[in-house]
């Protein structure tokens, strides 16, 4: 005779709570002139876990001075500030300034919230009111003389990386003897066939540039009239 107990299933497997994800920082580069910052800044962005650079307005950028770096960066362009600032928007990220403003925190204090794009002013006049406008907060990075009046674009950039990193928590790359270790970039062929995300719009954007190009070229050109009338 078939028991009547009834089958009792079993219990599923509790699933594994799901880890934090960690803040992330961008780097947001509008209104730098000089080259040579260009480079430091994208050397240092990438030796720091920055995930994107995001060029507001400038079609190309230099790479002077990136030792090598730059086959690693993650790089967007954006028209304006407004449309950098809805995209780090839509990625829950917020824009700060790195400016001595009256209303900006020390780097020291680490006065992050979530992920984070950092922008800097120009090399000469600073933030613009634009710029300004854009930001979230802002933080300074504290000096103990008086000898200069602020530091170098590059440079203070590259502190206040290194200082979301350190708050952020990333886990320190290996080194071998007195280096750290250099990984391969990814090929052209591999970015072709697998891009990212921030790959494939640039290649999109390029294309569209050369399209709009070619039209031009196409274009004839228009030929200048006159009334056919001659003075006397």
């Not at 107990?5 to 580069?29: C, D, G, T």
């Not at 995001?54 to 730059?70: C, E, H």
């Not at 504290?142 to 602020?150: D, I």
């Not at 350190?166 to 750290?180: D, I, L, N, V, Y």
Request: with cysteine; hydrophobic share 35%.
């Amino acid at each position: 005779m078939e028991s009547s107990e009834a089958l009792v299933p079993e219990a599923a497997a509790p699933s594994k709570p799901k880890e934090p994800k960690r803040p992330e920082s961008f780097l947001l580069i509008y209104n730098v002139s000089k080259k040579q910052n260009f480079g430091t800044l994208l050397r240092s962005a990438c030796a720091f876990g920055v995930s994107e650079v995001l060029v507001v307005g400038a079609k190309k950028i230099s790479t002077f001075g990136n030792q090598g770096t730059a086959a690693h960066a993650n790089v967007r362009h954006f028209d304006t500030l407004q449309a950098a600032k809805d995209d780090l928007r839509s990625r829950g990220a917020q824009i700060c300034g790195i400016e001595i403003d009256d209303t900006a925190q020390p780097v020291t204090s680490h006065p992050f919230g979530g992920s984070t794009a950092f922008m800097l002013g120009n090399e000469g006049e600073g933030m613009s009111t634009a710029q300004k406008e854009v930001c979230d907060s802002f933080v300074y990075i504290p000096q103990f003389t008086g000898a200069t009046a602020s530091l170098n674009v590059a440079i203070a950039g590259s502190i206040v990386l290194h200082h979301f990193a350190t708050w952020a928590g990333m886990q320190e790359h290996p080194r071998s003897g007195e280096k750290f270790v250099v990984e391969a970039p990814r090929g052209t062929l591999e970015k072709f066939q697998n891009p990212t995300e921030a790959e494939r719009e640039e290649m999109e954007r390029k294309r569209a540039e050369r399209a709009a190009k070619r039209r031009k070229e196409q274009e004839p050109e228009e030929a200048e009239t006159g009334d056919g009338d001659s003075e006397p």
